[in-house]
């Protein structure tokens, strides 16, 4: 039987978390010094984790949040602008020549499987 070495992993897991956090309260305080934007993308750039992580903190978040829009008249938003018309239409392209392929290999697989099903029935007519 193993030894239970559950104690041990779950004592890495706390550490990589107080590291993850102690990088982004860093991260956070640093940005607030320089006068920086705040913003969750911001903090989690500087401290190297995501954003997602960011926002399942709720002190973290908290403190985000009320930096951000503190310094929103100050701080114009960045409007993210939407994919371009030629990367939507070189990725729809790209997903009808997909389908394509698909198509045809559906094809060639069903057909594949009519033969197969032919020579089964051959096989089992043959015997009693």
């Known amino acids: 039987m193993r030894a239970d070495n559950s104690r041990h992993i779950r004592q890495a897991a706390e550490r990589r978390h107080e590291l993850t956090r102690s990088k982004a ?3 956070l305080r640093e940005l607030e010094k320089q006068g920086g934007a705040v913003t969750f993308e911001a903090v989690a750039a500087a401290a190297g984790v995501s954003r997602s992580w960011l926002y399942t903190q709720a002190d ?3 403190v985000i949040i009320g ?7 100050r701080q114009p938003r960045i ?3 939407s994919a371009s018309t030629e990367s939507l239409r070189a990725r729809l392209t790209a ?4 389908n394509r392929e698909l198509s045809a290999e559906i094809e060639h697989l069903r057909h594949q499987l009519a033969l197969a099903l032919g020579h089964s029935r051959r096989r089992n007519a043959g015997s009693p």
């Open 67 to 73: 930096l951000r829009d503190e310094g929103g008249s």
């Open 79 to 81: 409007n993210r602008s």
């Open 60 to 62: 973290l978040r908290a």
């Open 95 to 98: 997903s009808l020549e997909r």
């Open 25 to 27: 309260v860093a991260a």
